[in-house]
């Protein structure tokens, strides 16, 4: 498909365990950014990649977050020992990563914590 | 420290007038600002941006205007259609910078 597309769409799974996220990128885009959007908030930024460079981790909010991306492919957001403040929608967008280019985002992985 | 802010939660307006939806920001560094429509279910949908270079941009019906002295920001939507209802994000971020800081939103109503 032409847009960034994420999986799986929901998400529902237990404390404690571990949760794996799944994001495609708009072919050709070498940025790529993920957001959490808690409910009723706006979007809070996690981590962003940006070809070979490496990435700004600023916003993960704790060492159980973790992401990868190989090359300008595919990115993974890892949950370990998930909580329950985990529960959230999880976004994904790419873009062109040159200045003044907007991000696109893919529908979300809605993350539910029992 | 929310540096960006929509104060409305949310605005109804009747179909075929103007909606205007506020943000207000307060990193100077901010150059480069942006609105999203964001319908239940779904992604952010990039609709109009403006850097801050720009006191004005147009595109159809939406038009975006900055003011940077004020550090404020509006979305003007006409005429305003059912189909525009939608929660709506404006977002900043400086424009050699990666991440985008959004507000919480503004619900959009607009009555047939």
């Known amino acids: 498909g032409a847009g960034v597309s994420q999986s799986p769409s929901n998400k529902v799974t237990e404390k404690g365990k571990d949760v794996e996220l799944r994001c495609d990128p708009i072919?050709?885009?070498?940025?790529l950014y993920w957001y959490r959007q808690r409910l009723g908030q706006g979007l809070e930024f996690l981590i962003y990649?940006?070809?070979?460079?490496?990435?700004?981790k600023s916003g993960l909010p704790s060492d159980r977050f973790s992401a990868e991306r190989t090359g300008e492919s595919v990115s993974t957001l890892t949950i370990q020992r998930t909580q329950q403040e985990d529960s959230a929608v999880y976004l994904c967008?790419?873009?062109?990563?040159?200045?003044?280019?907007?991000?696109?985002f893919g529908d979300g992985t809605r993350l539910s914590i029992l | 420290d929310q540096q960006v802010k929509q104060n409305s939660p949310s605005l109804s307006v009747q179909e075929g007038r103007i909606s205007i939806l506020n943000c207000d920001y307060t990193?100077?560094?901010?150059?480069?600002f942006l609105w999203y429509k964001k319908y239940p279910a779904e992604g952010p949908t990039f609709l109009i941006s403006?850097?801050?270079?720009?006191d004005k941009n147009e595109d159809g019906r939406f038009t975006v205007f900055l003011n940077k002295s004020a550090k404020h920001l509006s979305l003007h939507i006409v005429p305003s259609q059912p189909g525009d209802s939608a929660v709506y994000f404006c977002?900043?971020?400086?424009?050699?910078?990666?991440?985008?800081?959004f507000g919480a939103g503004t619900i959009l109503r607009v009555k047939s």
């Open positions: 403006i850097s801050s270079i720009k």
């Open positions: 967008a790419s873009s062109l990563g040159q200045g003044g280019q907007p991000q696109h």
């Open positions: 977002a900043a971020s400086e424009i050699h910078g990666n991440k985008l800081v």
């Open positions: 072919s050709g885009h070498t940025a």
């Open positions: 990649f940006q070809g070979n460079s490496a990435p700004d």
């Open positions: 990193n100077s560094m901010f150059d480069y």
